[in-house]
C-alpha cells in the first residue's frame, strides 16, 4: 500500500472513530433531555410510597447520566431539582416525624437530620455547578450580602436562569432550616435569600410562585422576623396559583399565623388544606405532600409548639 493511500485509510479511520463518538454524545444528550422531561409525570401522582420509590430511582439514573456526561446542564440541572424536591417531600417528611416522636435528641431524628443535610447539599453542589457554568466567581461572592447579590445580578435571562437560582436558593434555605442550630450555617443563610430573591425578581411564576412562599417562609423564620414581609410574600404566592399550590398555605398557617397566635386562621388554613380536593392535577404530588405536613400540623405536638 502506498504512503498516501495509508494515510488515506488512517483518516478514515479517525473519521469513524468521531463520528461514533458524536453519535453516542448525542444519543446520551437526547437520553437526558428525554428523561428529564418525562420526569414530569412523577408529579401528577397520589400515591406517595409510589411517588418515593420513583423519584429516587430518578435520582440515581440522572447521577448516572451525569458521570458519563458530566458537563450537561440538563442533567445538573435535573440533579439540583430531584435531589432538593425529593429531599423536602420524603426525607424531610420522616425527619418532622421523628421530631413529633422523639424530640430534637432522639437516634432516629438526628440520623435523619444527617441524611436531610447531606441530601440538601448534593442537590446544592449541581446547582452551584451550573450557576458557575453561567457565571464564574460564586465562591468569592460568598463573603456578604453586598458580593453575593452583585453576583447575582449578572444573571438576567428569565428562562434559564431564575429555574437555576431557585433550586439553589431552595437547597441552600433547606440545608439551614435543618441545621438550624449551627451558627455556621444560619450566619450564611443571606446567601441562599440572596439567590431567590434573585430568581423571583426574574421570573416571579415559576414553579407556580413557590420563590414567594419560600421567601414568606424566611421572613417568619421567627416571632421577631419580618412578619409583614413574610405576609406579603404568601399573599404574592396565593395570587400567582390562586390557591391551587396547597403548600403555601401550610406554609401560612405554619410560619406566619402560628408567630402571630392567630389559632382560628392557622386551623382553619390547615383544614382546607386537608379538606382539599384535587384541585391542582399537573401538580399532585406537591399537594399530598402539603396535606400530610397540614395534618401533621394540626397534631398536638405542632399545636402546642405555637402556644395553642
Known amino acids: 500500500m502506498r504512503p498516501f493511500q495509508t494515510l ?15 453519535i453516542k454524545k448525542m444519543f446520551l444528550e437526547g437520553q437526558i433531555e428525554a428523561t428529564a422531561t418525562a420526569s414530569a409525570a ?13 423519584a429516587f430511582n430518578g435520582i440515581g439514573q440522572f447521577e448516572g447520566m451525569h458521570y458519563l456526561a458530566p458537563d450537561n446542564e440538563v442533567a445538573l440541572f435535573a440533579l439540583a431539582k430531584t435531589w432538593t424536591s425529593a429531599t423536602f417531600a420524603f426525607i424531610e417528611d420522616e425527619l418532622e ?16 437530620r444527617n441524611r436531610s443535610s447531606a441530601a440538601y447539599d448534593r442537590g446544592l453542589r449541581y446547582a452551584l455547578m451550573l450557576l458557575e457554568m453561567y457565571h464564574p466567581g460564586f465562591e468569592g461572592a460568598r463573603k456578604n450580602d453586598d458580593t453575593i447579590r452583585a453576583y447575582t445580578s ?19 434555605i433547606s440545608k439551614t432550616n435543618i441545621l438550624k442550630d ?29 420563590g414567594h412562599t419560600i421567601l414568606g417562609a424566611y421572613h417568619a423564620r421567627t416571632a421577631m422576623a419580618e412578619l409583614d414581609e413574610a405576609k406579603k410574600h404568601f399573599d404574592q404566592s396565593l395570587a400567582i396559583h390562586g390557591g391551587k399550590m396547597l403548600l403555601t398555605q401550610v406554609q401560612y398557617a405554619a410560619k406566619y399565623h402560628c408567630f402571630k397566635g392567630d389559632k382560628d386562621s392557622y386551623v382553619k388554613a390547615l383544614t382546607e388544606v ?6 391542582f392535577p399537573e401538580q399532585r404530588l406537591a399537594n399530598v405532600v402539603a396535606k400530610r405536613r397540614a395534618a401533621r400540623y394540626l397534631g398536638k405536638v405542632r399545636m402546642r409548639e405555637c402556644g395553642f
Open 8 to 22: 488515506s485509510v488512517l483518516a478514515l479511520s479517525a473519521l469513524s472513530l468521531a463520528s461514533t463518538g458524536c
Open 42 to 54: 412523577i408529579d401528577t401522582l397520589t400515591d406517595y410510597e409510589v411517588a418515593k420509590t420513583v
Open 97 to 112: 416525624q421523628a421530631e413529633d416522636e422523639e424530640g430534637l435528641e432522639g437516634p432516629r431524628y438526628l440520623y435523619l
Open 154 to 172: 449578572q444573571f438576567t435571562d428569565p428562562e434559564r436562569d431564575a429555574p437555576a437560582l431557585f433550586w439553589a436558593g431552595y437547597a441552600w
Open 182 to 210: 449551627d451558627p455556621a450555617a444560619v450566619g450564611d443563610l443571606f446567601v441562599g435569600v440572596a439567590l431567590m430573591e434573585r430568581s423571583v425578581a426574574l421570573d416571579p411564576k415559576y414553579m407556580n410562585g413557590s
Open 274 to 279: 386537608v379538606e382539599a380536593g384535587d384541585v
